[in-house]
């Protein structure tokens, strides 16, 4: 679907389509309702036009844009968002994915984790602090919604660059597979913008400009790329130029050079690239990864593009196409390949074991490590399909009904102790994991499924980790595909729902982690029958979900939750902090409810009392008030809904403040014999305390009837 991005006060958007003349603005503006057309120019076409592939579906947009815009900030700031929620019927809340949110864990937009959705026609406002640096990015976290649109980047500038001068110029792309359908409606068919097969019938539809990045020769830029995808890892390199990967997740890395990066659905990564070739168009590849299943390719990798344009040429040029061709002189380096390579490709992986952090973000974020001090935890997690359906130890897992940071006592939530989850029989719970405040915690992640050969992007939310080892598992040199899992785990029951180290003494530590300089990432992808071991200090209390970041896995329960320190180390949410959670009532309390409500309106009706009484109180403080007629009755403080005041401020102090339907004339305890000796002096001499009689027998509220 095509729309005119123009944002109104009323959010309303004009559809583009084509006729005779070329592409026009569609819009039903006669009393009639006939449709009016207005010609989009060129550069209304590629600056304020939403093209998506140029095909009707259901999408979401943020401030009319899809991806949304793009946030700026500097490390340390204090973040102010405020999200309005003008959808007709769904709920949303929104991830800062990333972002540490060490004292705001109510902040990370895990929805039914940390808060309630956002529900039609509330305004939420996030508050945090940018942390850490790097390139980060938000989306939805209800369902699917962030694949339908409802994402962007969230980028988080150094205070003082340490290289002012290394680069000229930067560039934030937000990259996805695009579904035909919206990605509620489908879990395959990811046939997405501008791809392309052997088929040329999903050939990309050749009026829709590509994205175009401007450089000027001889200079140097930054690359950011984020993958908000839903299901596929992208394999993205320049035509005929050398690139250099500098971050992961946000975290810098040592320069590390190749021809071409893979990242999965969740990552992102900045690449650095010197315009040193003859001025022109070059083209920016983005090509799907295949899937693999026990009897070979299950999906073909399809291809989209970018133009790399050089300043002073024309845009609309064809790009020069520049293939690279991997020799055995001259091999191709991939960093982050998921896959083994064929070995005729003359093709060489980069693997994230090989990459190293940069020594100032060591510094900020030291590898963890036990000591004396301080307990090692290690986690054995396995993602996998259970009886058909994606889950993390055997258990698919269960938003509770209520956001467990606002409700820490567990309300709400499905207990994994039921006796379908003792079994190997289908387990849906909210699987929680303990996690000892202050320990070194090492997760051991792997994926030994059987069937679909598929990798697994794994985001933790509420920390950065250390990946301080891969496995692989064994590859055919001839084709490249995994044919057997990696023998250092061995599995303790048939769906491997438990595991421990094939080598015993591996539990005294496992040999070759990479403690001194390992890269830093918030996803990490688990290679198809290998593992992935990361670790991290458990110094940020609260609930932190952790999941697969595939769109039909997160969604159908491949997560859990890391439940960090207890309760009581857990900070609490501010005031007036939205709550939510199931509700239910016996027959008994309705039908009180309905008979006191009944006494109250006869109360009111006889002139009695004029203020809200809702229920009887155990030990009532009576006030009398006068309605604006001089009318006289009475109330019981206790029963205000802005709560009881504390009763010697309550009569020097507040006595001649406005109740909710007159004015305070006097207070009685239920101790009071006279009204004499329920009023203090000060209160005497107020002119609105005047002395009353005490209620009287037969008054529907009077103490001696309660």
């Known amino acids: 679907m095509m729309w005119y991005n123009k944002t109104s006060e009323e959010t309303e958007y004009q559809p583009i389509v084509q006729d005779s003349t070329g592409f026009v603005k569609r819009r039903s503006t006669t009393k009639d309702c006939k449709e009016t057309h207005t010609v989009v120019t060129l550069s209304e076409f590629k600056e304020l036009v939403s093209t998506a592939d140029g095909d009707y579906r259901m999408v979401y947009a943020i401030n009319g844009q899809i991806p949304g815009p793009e946030i700026v900030v500097t490390e340390g700031d204090m973040v102010s968002v405020r999200v309005h929620n003008r959808l007709k019927t769904e709920g949303v809340a929104f991830h800062w994915h990333g972002i540490l949110q060490r004292g705001t864990p109510w902040m990370d937009g895990a929805s039914m984790i940390s808060q309630c959705p956002i529900m039609p026609g509330q305004v939420f406002e996030y508050r945090f602090i940018a942390e850490p640096v790097g390139t980060h990015w938000y989306h939805a976290h209800t369902g699917t919604m962030r694949n339908d649109g409802l994402s962007g980047a969230f980028i988080v500038l150094p205070k003082q660059p340490l290289s002012p001068q290394q680069y000229h110029g930067e560039f934030f792309a937000v990259i996805q597979d695009w579904t035909k359908r919206s990605a509620a409606e489908t879990t395959e068919a990811y046939r997405g913008r501008r791809y392309t097969d052997e088929n040329s019938i999903n050939s990309e539809k050749v009026y829709i400009p590509l994205e175009t990045f401007t450089v000027q020769p001889m200079k140097t830029y930054r690359f950011s790329f984020i993958n908000a995808g839903f299901a596929h890892p992208f394999h993205i390199s320049f035509e005929n130029h050398d690139i250099s990967v500098v971050a992961l997740d946000g975290s810098d890395v040592e320069d590390q050079k190749c021809d071409a990066v893979v990242i999965s659905p969740g990552e992102s990564v900045d690449i650095k690239l010197t315009a040193n070739r003859p001025p022109n168009n070059y083209n920016i590849l983005f090509k799907t990864m295949p899937m693999y299943s026990f009897q070979g390719i299950f999906q073909k990798p399809r291809l989209t593009r970018a133009v790399l344009n050089y300043e002073g040429v024309n845009q609309l040029i064809i790009p020069l196409s520049v293939p690279r061709f991997c020799t055995v002189t001259n091999p191709c380096h991939v960093l982050n390949s998921l896959y083994g390579e064929p070995f005729e490709r003359n093709v060489q992986n980069v693997h994230i074991n090989d990459i190293r952090s940069s020594a100032e973000v060591l510094t900020r974020f030291p590898v963890p490590v036990k000591t004396d001090k301080t307990k090692l935890q290690e986690i054995f997690l396995h993602f996998h399909s259970h009886n058909g359906h994606p889950a993390i130890n055997g258990k698919r897992f269960v938003y509770p009904s209520s956001a467990l940071q606002s409700n820490p006592n567990n309300q709400g939530t499905t207990s994994c102790m039921q006796q379908s989850c003792q079994g190997a029989g289908s387990c849906r719970c909210t699987h929680t994991v303990k996690l000892g405040l202050n320990n070194v915690v090492q997760l051991v992640l792997f994926s030994f499924s059987k069937g679909l050969k598929e990798t697994h992007p794994v985001h933790l939310h509420g920390h950065q980790f250390h990946v301080v080892k891969v496995g692989y598992p064994k590859y055919d040199v001839a084709t490249g595909i995994a044919i057997t899992p990696n023998q250092d785990i061995q599995c303790l029951d048939d769906h491997c729902t438990k595991a421990t180290w094939t080598v015993p003494s591996w539990h005294n530590g496992v040999p070759d982690l ?96 004029f203020g809200p009484q809702l229920q009887s109180s155990e030990n009532p403080l009576w006030v009398a008030i006068k309605d604006r007629e001089g009318n006289q009755g009475f109330e019981d403080i206790n029963l205000w809904p802005w709560g009881r005041p504390d009763l010697d401020d309550f009569v020097s102090e507040t006595i001649d403040k406005k109740s909710s339907t007159g004015l305070i004339t006097a207070i009685y305890d239920d101790k009071s014999k006279t009204s004499e000796n329920s009023l203090t002096s000060d209160a005497h001499d107020h002119p609105n305390a005047t002395k009353s009689p005490r209620p009287e027998k037969n008054d529907p509220f009077s103490l001696d009837d309660r």
Not at 518 to 523: Q, V
Not at 546 to 560: D, E
Not at 591 to 602: C, R
């Open 514 to 609: 990479n403690l001194e300089n390992p890269p830093i990432k918030d996803t990490v992808t688990i290679p198809w029958g290998g593992y992935v071991i990361v670790r991290f200090f458990a110094n940020n209390p609260g609930f932190w979900l952790l999941h697969s970041h595939l769109g039909y896995h997160q969604s159908q329960g491949m997560a859990l939750v890391l439940q960090e320190g207890d309760t009581e180390d857990i900070v609490h949410t501010p005031p007036n902090f939205p709550t939510c959670g199931s509700f239910q009532i016996t027959k008994e309390q309705i039908e009180k409810v309905i008979s006191d409500h009944e006494k109250i309106l006869k109360a009111r009706e006889a002139g009695k009392v």
